[in-house]
């Protein structure tokens, strides 16, 4: 088969954006930042090994999923685009935004403009455990500072790669206000990155009916007990069935091939705002 010019740029374009959201040009300076961090968490380890299947928090680098991760969030995206799989890219947990940074480079480099990349977070952490999912008692991710990072932040990283524009909007606020009025229509590939069985739940209650049959949902936190078993619950009740494939020993997706009922307001039976413009909660577009 004959690789047109235009398709080698392009190739080489997203390549050098991974290297670059990922920091894996520069990995072995990221050590020196480590002592500004906290040097006794050994989360803290930015090495090749770990960078490559996500397994640190990376002082610097846009985005901690990995390049695993990472080639698997592409190669989704060319499915999708190859089968004509309509709709938009979400993601909902995007902390530095890197992934979703990745997701609207890919649009550009295809020069695809009838898609939308939606990036969902709080942008100030992880949510404090909520009673109504006894699951998460205990669980102290909402303390952690380093899981918090600023919209404006966010918002200026998309700048820096030249890739903040109309079709990137921004939901803040908790996943269980801001999805269920988020103004989405279609959604082909859904990335959920929210580590609780909340962040988890929420996000497939309200999203997963909007995937295109033939879209994917893609779990990063699958391994991590509390959101897998969100993951089963909500594949348990629905009778979803399609197998869920492994990315990297930590992560995991599956391809959605039939439309499911999802009774939403039986399953989250929380106060929402009829508009994301109320409290906290906010929708920014550019
Ligand atoms: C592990 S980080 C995401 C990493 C990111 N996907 C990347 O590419 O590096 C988890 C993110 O989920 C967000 N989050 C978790 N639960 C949430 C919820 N219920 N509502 C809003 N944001 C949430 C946190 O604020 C944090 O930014």
Same mark, same amino acid.
């Given at each position: 088969m004959s690789v047109s010019?235009?398709? !080698?740029s392009r190739e080489l374009y997203l390549e050098m954006l991974k290297k670059s959201i990922l920091f894996e040009i520069y990995i072995e300076h990221e050590q020196k930042y480590v002592q500004f961090l906290d040097p006794? +968490? *050994?989360?803290? #380890?930015? !090495?090749?090994? +770990?960078?490559?299947?996500?397994?640190?928090?990376?002082? =610097? *680098?846009? #985005?901690? =999923?990995g390049r695993e991760r990472m080639n698997n969030l592409h190669q989704c995206m060319n499915a999708v685009i190859n089968e004509n799989i309509e709709g938009d890219f979400i993601e909902t947990g995007v902390w530095r935004g890197g992934s979703c940074i990745f997701m609207r480079g890919f649009l550009k480099a295809h020069g695809i403009t009838d898609r939308k990349v939606w990036v969902a977070d709080s942008f100030e952490g992880l949510p404090a455990p909520d009673p109504q999912y006894p699951v998460d008692a205990g669980v102290t991710l909402h303390e952690v500072d380093f899981l918090r990072v600023s919209v404006e932040e966010v918002i200026e990283n998309f700048r820096k790669y030249d890739l903040l524009d109309g079709q990137v909007s921004f939901l803040k606020g908790w996943f269980k206000d801001t999805l269920p009025v988020a103004p989405i229509e279609k959604i082909a590939i859904a990335r959920l990155d929210g580590d609780m069985y909340s962040s988890t739940t929420d996000a497939l209650v309200n999203l997963y009916h909007k995937v295109s049959v033939g879209g994917y949902v893609i779990i990063d936190d699958y391994t991590v007990p509390l959101c897998q078993r969100a993951v089963h619950d909500f594949r348990n009740k629905h009778n979803i069935t399609e197998s869920i494939v492994n990315i990297d020993g930590f992560s995991a997706f599956w391809k959605k091939t039939r439309e499911i009922e999802v009774n939403r307001r039986e399953e989250v039976e929380v106060e929402r705002p009829t508009e994301l413009a109320q409290g906290h909660n906010r929708i920014y577009r550019f």
């Amino acid at each position: 088969m004959s690789v047109s010019k235009e398709q !080698t740029s392009r190739e080489l374009y997203l390549e050098m954006l991974k290297k670059s959201i990922l920091f894996e040009i520069y990995i072995e300076h990221e050590q020196k930042y480590v002592q500004f961090l906290d040097p006794n +968490n *050994a989360l803290f #380890s930015p !090495t090749k090994e +770990n960078r490559q299947r996500g397994q640190d928090w990376p002082p =610097i *680098a846009h #985005s901690m =999923i990995g390049r695993e991760r990472m080639n698997n969030l592409h190669q989704c995206m060319n499915a999708v685009i190859n089968e004509n799989i309509e709709g938009d890219f979400i993601e909902t947990g995007v902390w530095r935004g890197g992934s979703c940074i990745f997701m609207r480079g890919f649009l550009k480099a295809h020069g695809i403009t009838d898609r939308k990349v939606w990036v969902a977070d709080s942008f100030e952490g992880l949510p404090a455990p909520d009673p109504q999912y006894p699951v998460d008692a205990g669980v102290t991710l909402h303390e952690v500072d380093f899981l918090r990072v600023s919209v404006e932040e966010v918002i200026e990283n998309f700048r820096k790669y030249d890739l903040l524009d109309g079709q990137v909007s921004f939901l803040k606020g908790w996943f269980k206000d801001t999805l269920p009025v988020a103004p989405i229509e279609k959604i082909a590939i859904a990335r959920l990155d929210g580590d609780m069985y909340s962040s988890t739940t929420d996000a497939l209650v309200n999203l997963y009916h909007k995937v295109s049959v033939g879209g994917y949902v893609i779990i990063d936190d699958y391994t991590v007990p509390l959101c897998q078993r969100a993951v089963h619950d909500f594949r348990n009740k629905h009778n979803i069935t399609e197998s869920i494939v492994n990315i990297d020993g930590f992560s995991a997706f599956w391809k959605k091939t039939r439309e499911i009922e999802v009774n939403r307001r039986e399953e989250v039976e929380v106060e929402r705002p009829t508009e994301l413009a109320q409290g906290h909660n906010r929708i920014y577009r550019f």
